[in-house]
């Protein structure tokens, strides 16, 4: 298997679990760096993976064709700007940059360069939302489902107590619900049902102004609870909330359609199952319930992108584009937002 040598840069919470994905796949080598090189050594020693003393390290070594960032989402731009001019791939965790002008001049750069890119919106890869993507697959040009027929309504919810970093939960760093979780369910909703025709931010609320954070009272400026609505070319009427107020993670879709419900998540605790009137498509009336198992999402996700980078070829989803659809759907709801 042809060696694939990447770079993690950022040795947070998120980066053991892209070693865990990336680990798995025959022929790679990691290496990390951060900007704190204690964090580098401490991961590296924890997981038996090299470090790098500097982040420039990275971006200087020939070997390396791949670059993995998981650092907080206003470093990102320049992180792949860097990456891009260093010759490497990347790897970019949620979401892609700040603005849609910044999203703009990174495709202008992958396009000119050649180079692949993939962005880190994990629950593209579970089982579940893999499954309601081939139900839904007609509706954003058909207007309906072959299975459930015109879908009227879906709700897509994330919660969460939120990560255990004072960044996430200030403005300036990029923190809060919208950036940590609500980009997750729009993303499903957008690769579901298209681009939408309208949107709105029903509600961004700060309920937690004080929290504890790594054992510590913090005061956060950051949204924590936050609900967005769109509506869809093809009528449907979708609702997104998110959370950093949830003291259990949870998580779930739920979607009516004119022929019968559609209900998942990644939680395995939680239901998923879909309800038809009507024989359909080897769905029988009634009630099938699924049982999707466990899945590590990262080894499906790291995978998908040593793929690209082997191949040279953009992957199949996450893309820049995707991103671009993304960060526009959420200028306008920060819009709408501020009037």
Not at 90 to 119: N, Q, R, Y
Not at 219 to 228: G, K, L, R
Not at 246 to 265: D, L, N
């Amino acid at each position: 298997m042809q060696k694939l040598k990447i770079g993690i840069i950022g040795c947070g919470k998120q980066a053991p679990k892209h070693i865990s994905g990336l680990r798995k796949i025959p022929g790679v080598e990691l290496v990390l760096a951060d900007i704190n090189p204690a964090l580098a050594e401490t991961l590296g020693t924890k997981e038996k993976v090299p470090w790098a003393s500097q982040v420039d390290a990275i971006f200087a070594d020939r070997e390396i064709q791949g670059v993995d960032i998981c650092t907080p989402t206003h470093t990102h731009f320049d992180l792949i700007q860097r990456a891009v001019e260093a010759g490497k791939d990347f790897f970019c965790e949620k979401p892609l940059c700040s603005t849609l002008e910044e999203a703009k001049a990174i495709k202008k750069l992958v396009d000119s360069s050649g180079c692949i890119a993939m962005v880190g919106y994990i629950y593209r890869f579970a089982p579940a939302f893999e499954l309601a993507q081939r139900i839904f697959e007609d509706v954003p040009v058909a207007g309906e489902s072959m299975v459930l027929g015109k879908i009227f309504s879906a709700y897509l919810r994330l919660g969460g107590r939120g990560g255990h970093q004072l960044w996430k939960h200030r403005k300036e760093t990029g923190g809060g619900a919208s950036n940590e979780m609500l980009v997750h369910m729009v993303d499903l909703a957008l690769w579901f049902f298209g681009p939408p025709a309208q949107v709105e931010m029903v509600t961004s609320d700060l309920l937690r102004p004080v929290r504890p954070i790594q054992g510590q009272e913090e005061a956060v400026d950051a949204e924590d609870f936050v609900v967005a609505r769109l509506r869809t070319h093809s009528g449907v009427d979708v609702w997104c909330q998110a959370d950093l107020i949830t003291p259990a993670f949870t998580q779930f879709i739920e979607v009516q359609g004119e022929h019968g419900t559609f209900m998942a998540s990644i939680q395995k605790e939680m239901p998923s199952f879909i309800f038809c009137t009507r024989d359909v498509l080897g769905y029988p009336a009634g009630r099938t319930t699924f049982d999707f198992g466990y899945h590590n999402l990262f080894e499906a996700q790291m995978a998908e992108f040593a793929r690209a980078v082997r191949y040279r070829q953009q992957p199949r989803r996450c893309t820049i584009e995707d991103s671009m659809l993304l960060l526009d759907v959420f200028e306008k709801l920060n819009h709408r937002k501020a009037e």
